[in-house]
């Protein structure tokens, strides 16, 4: 394991983290989080394990676990709520450690057509159902 950035709110699993995302499971090589931020219904985040700030960084072989963990992720997310399409994004210009976010778009909703939005800040749920959505994300994976 390579060694945690204390400036990364993923390397050091605190409040930054937790404002914005919900745990949902670990995968081979990742950990997987709901967006609280609910306007893309199922948009999660796929993170890597360790702090790696490119894909290029990693060997073939932790680059394929790395994409067969957002594979099974965004699959899960599709059968779970069928979205018209799903968007993939890999950005990380202010935050160095290396995620993707799965991010389900639906016809006649948001941003159908166009790139998604990052926060949104418009669709939160109550604790209720941001279970039922990580239940039903489980259950799909």
């Known amino acids: 394991m390579m060694e945690l950035n204390k400036e990364c709110m993923y390397c050091m699993k605190d409040e930054r983290r937790d404002e914005i995302m919900i745990e949902i499971c670990e995968l081979e090589v990742s950990t997987v989080f709901l967006f609280k931020e609910q306007t893309y219904t199922g948009r999660c985040n ?38 018209g399409k799903i968007n993939y994004g890999a950005y990380g ?19 159908w057509g166009s790139t998604f939005e990052m926060n949104p800040g418009k669709t939160y749920l109550t604790e209720e159902q941001y279970k039922e959505i990580i239940e039903t994300i489980k259950k799909s994976l």
Request: hydrophobic fraction near 40%; aromatic fraction near 8%; charged fraction near 30%.
């Open 46 to 83: 796929v993170v890597y394990k360790d702090h790696v700030k490119e894909l290029f960084e990693l060997d073939s072989q932790e680059l394929a676990a790395y994409m067969n963990d957002v594979k099974k992720v965004a699959a899960a997310v599709d059968k779970a709520f069928q979205p």
């Open 93 to 111: 210009d202010k935050m160095h450690h290396l995620h993707m976010h799965i991010v389900p778009k639906y016809e006649n909703k948001a941003d």
